[in-house]
C-alpha cells in the first residue's frame, strides 16, 4: 500500500510541474541591457540616410486566446493519458504481485 500511495503522489507531482506555466518562474522585472556608443567607434564617413522602421506584426487577442485554450487542451490530454498509464502500470504491478504470491 505504500508504494501504491508513492506512485500516487509521485504522478500527481509530475502532473502539476507539467501543467505549471513557465511565466510564474520569473522571479523579478527583467532589466534591460544598457549599451554605450562613444563618438571614437563612430567610422568617419558618409552618413547613411536615416530608414524608417515598419512595425511589428499585429496580434489578435482572439487568436492568442484560441491558441492558450487548444495548448492547455493538448495538457490536459498528455495529462490524462499519463495518469491512464499510470494506472495501467499499478495494476500489472498488482496482479504480477499476486501471482508470484500464489507460486
Not at 505549471?20 to 552618413?47: D, F, I, K, Q
Not at 489578435?60 to 498528455?78: G, H, M, R, V, W
Not at 499510470?86 to 498488482?94: H, N, P, T, Y
Request: no cysteine; proline share 9%; aromatic share 2%.
Amino acid at each position: 500500500m505504500a508504494k501504491l500511495r508513492g506512485l500516487v503522489l509521485v504522478g500527481l507531482l509530475g502532473a502539476v510541474l507539467f501543467t505549471a506555466s513557465p511565466a510564474l518562474a520569473l522571479a523579478g522585472p527583467v532589466r534591460p541591457a544598457v549599451v554605450t556608443v562613444s563618438a571614437a567607434h563612430v567610422p568617419a564617413g558618409p552618413v547613411p540616410a536615416q530608414t524608417t522602421v515598419e512595425p511589428g506584426p499585429v496580434l489578435d487577442p482572439a487568436q492568442t486566446d484560441k491558441a492558450n485554450s487548444e495548448k492547455t487542451k493538448n495538457k490536459l490530454i498528455a495529462g490524462l493519458l499519463a495518469v491512464v498509464l499510470l494506472a495501467i502500470v499499478i495494476w500489472g504491478r498488482k496482479i504480477r504481485s499476486k501471482r508470484a504470491k500464489g507460486s
